[in-house]
């Protein structure tokens, strides 16, 4: 689609909304404009760390049961 067919387009729903709905949307484009791009692969190595780990830990009785992380999910 071209440019100025999504900005019409954009320009004739947009009144169509509430004003939440358009606060919505604006909070949306603000979203997609502010990026992280701070989240980077890990590498391989680094992965297989904290997979040792984690088992390690479970291992320990570190760990919760499925049933306990279904549990504390529901609280949030």
Do not use: C
Not at 7 to 21: A, E, I, R, T
Not at 32 to 53: C, H
């Amino acid at each position: 689609m071209a440019r100025s067919n999504v900005k019409q387009q954009v320009d004739n729903y947009l009144p169509m909304l509430s004003v939440q709905q358009q606060e919505l949307v604006l909070a949306l484009i603000k979203s997609f404009l502010n990026v992280d791009n701070s989240n980077k692969r890990i590498t391989k190595a680094r992965y297989n760390k904290e997979l040792n780990q984690a088992e390690t830990s479970i291992k320990r009785g570190k760990g919760i049961s499925h049933e306990q992380a279904v549990k504390a999910l529901g609280k949030w």
